[in-house]
Structures are given as structure tokens and as C-alpha cells.
């Protein structure tokens, strides 16, 4: 592992309405724009369900797991969320690593949407 590796890519989709659903009642979330379309279009949302932010990370955490051979090399998270994804989507989770320093490395995380836009970015600190 050095610095400039790429991390990735991970390939998740179609995002699953369904799955949305089920999460939905899981994670006891009441927020209807994973469930309900009328809602979605009620608030100008458009008429694609929104995929839950913590699903969402799910899928970068995953690209780390496999990267980095298992959950327990994972030491940090941190990560900000920019643009939703929406059922249907296929998503691309990513990695760089910037840094290798005392067995640890640091690296720049994120969760691309088919635009090419990041519906979530940051930094994930990783043992290696």
C-alpha cells in the first residue's frame, strides 16, 4: 500500500426501490422520500425514490472492507453528504490513498452517481 493507490471501484446498482422500502421500515426512518412518490413530487423532489444516506455510506464502507481485507482495518470515517441517490441509479464507490504513515493510511473517499457527481466524499483513516 502506498500513497497514490487507487481504492475501487466498488459497482452497486440498480438502487432498489424495494430495498428502500424495507430499509425504510429497518431503520424505523419515517421520512417518506424513500417510500412514498406522491410525497417526492409533492416537494418538487421529482418522482424517483431517494436512497438512505447511511445505505449510501454502506456502499463506500464496503469498497474499504474489500480493499483492505475486513471491517476491523477500518479506524475512521469521516464523510460529508452532497447530492442523493436515487432508485435506479448506479452508484460507484471509490477511493484514493493519500497518505501511509505508522501502518495507517489515509484516503480519500467517495460515492460517485452516474453524472459524475459525489453524493458523498471524505476521508477514511485505514490500517494497513
Given at each position: 500500500?502506498?500513497a ?11 438502487v ?7 430499509y ?51 479506524k ?24 501511509v ?17 459525489r ?10
Amino acid at each position: 500500500m502506498r500513497a497514490g493507490m487507487s481504492l475501487g471501484p466498488l459497482t452497486v446498482g440498480p438502487v432498489s426501490a424495494e430495498k428502500m422500502k424495507i430499509y425504510a421500515a429497518i431503520l424505523r426512518d419515517p421520512n417518506p422520500i424513500h417510500w412514498d412518490r406522491s410525497e417526492l413530487v409533492a416537494r418538487g423532489l421529482g418522482d424517483r425514490l431517494i436512497n438512505q444516506g447511511p445505505i449510501n455510506l454502506g456502499y463506500v464502507i464496503n469498497m474499504l472492507i474489500d480493499a483492505f481485507a475486513g471491517p476491523q482495518a477500518i479506524k475512521r470515517l469521516q464523510v460529508k453528504f452532497g447530492a442523493n441517490v436515487r432508485e435506479d441509479d448506479i452508484v460507484v464507490a471509490r477511493g484514493l490513498v493519500r497518505a501511509v504513515e505508522d501502518n495507517l493510511a489515509t484516503c480519500e473517499i467517495w460515492l460517485e452517481l452516474p453524472s459524475g457527481e459525489r453524493a458523498l466524499e471524505g476521508t477514511a483513516i485505514v490500517e494497513v
